[in-house]
């Protein structure tokens, strides 16, 4: 594994149409790999392939419990990172909707404004060329959304209604419960 730089604000692939994966190969394996070592230096919550500089539709997230369950985690639950990865992926149903600023680790600093559904149902391949589909709330379901976002060229700074800045840049890519 090998940590990737993290393309910024200004450079044109963030704009760019991702081509689909064809290839299931081990360079993909590599890529998502790489990817999740580099989310996790970054402190992020989601990454998209193009925010490495591969123009490919795969992006990952980092899967966290449902918000709204307050509970202690259950027995036989692992705390440590779990991660979603999606090849190809596509939103097949969205519910809800609910404003929050989120971050993008390609712009540092900028927390936008953004309504995304509360529960978003995503169809995607994993790195073996499996077909899937799974459901997701909250902040992961708001990750799922952004990251896919990518794909197509859209970014927080298409999407916000608002800004704030940050004074630091600190956590990118993390929610912010704030009104
Ligand atoms: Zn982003």
Same mark, same amino acid.
Request: aromatic share 6%; proline share 6%; with cysteine.
């Given at each position: 594994?090998? /940590? *990737?730089?993290?393309?910024?604000?200004?450079? =044109?692939? /963030?704009?760019?149409?991702?081509?689909?994966?064809?290839?299931? #190969?081990?360079? /993909?394996?590599?890529? +998502?790999?790489?990817?999740? !070592?580099?989310?996790? $230096?970054?402190?992020?919550?989601?990454?998209?392939?193009?925010?490495? &500089?591969?123009?490919?539709?795969?992006?990952?997230?980092?899967? /966290?419990?449902? $918000?709204?369950?307050?509970?202690? =985690?259950? !027995?036989?639950?692992?705390?440590?990172?779990?991660? +979603? $990865?999606?090849?190809?992926?596509?939103?097949?149903?969205?519910?809800?909707?609910?404003?929050?600023?989120?971050?993008?680790?390609?712009?540092? &600093?900028? #927390?936008?404004?953004?309504? *995304? =559904?509360?529960?978003? @149902?995503?169809?995607?391949?994993?790195?073996?060329? #499996?077909?899937?589909?799974?459901?997701?709330?909250?902040? @992961?379901?708001?990750? +799922?959304?952004?990251?896919?976002?990518?794909?197509?060229?859209?970014?927080?700074?298409?999407?916000?209604?608002?800004?704030?800045?940050?004074?630091?840049?600190?956590? !990118?890519?993390?929610?912010?419960? $704030?009104?």
């Amino acid at each position: 594994m090998a /940590l *990737r730089t993290i393309v910024q604000d200004g450079d =044109p692939i /963030l704009k760019k149409v991702c081509r689909p994966v064809t290839d299931f #190969n081990a360079r /993909l394996g590599q890529l +998502i790999d790489d990817m999740k !070592e580099t989310l996790v $230096e970054a402190c992020g919550l989601g990454l998209a392939a193009p925010q490495v &500089g591969v123009m490919r539709r795969v992006c990952i997230v980092v899967d /966290l419990p449902p $918000e709204d369950d307050g509970a202690a =985690p259950e !027995e036989g639950e692992e705390p440590e990172y779990k991660f +979603i $990865e999606l090849v190809n992926p596509e939103i097949i149903d969205r519910q809800g909707s609910v404003g929050l600023y989120e971050g993008c680790l390609s712009f540092p &600093g900028h #927390n936008g404004y953004i309504e *995304r =559904p509360e529960q978003v @149902t995503v169809r995607a391949f994993d790195r073996d060329g #499996n077909e899937f589909t799974l459901t997701r709330t909250g902040m @992961t379901a708001r990750a +799922i959304c952004h990251e896919r976002d990518h794909l197509d060229g859209v970014t927080i700074m298409d999407l916000a209604e608002y800004f704030y800045e940050d004074q630091e840049h600190g956590a !990118e890519d993390e929610g912010d419960a $704030e009104e």
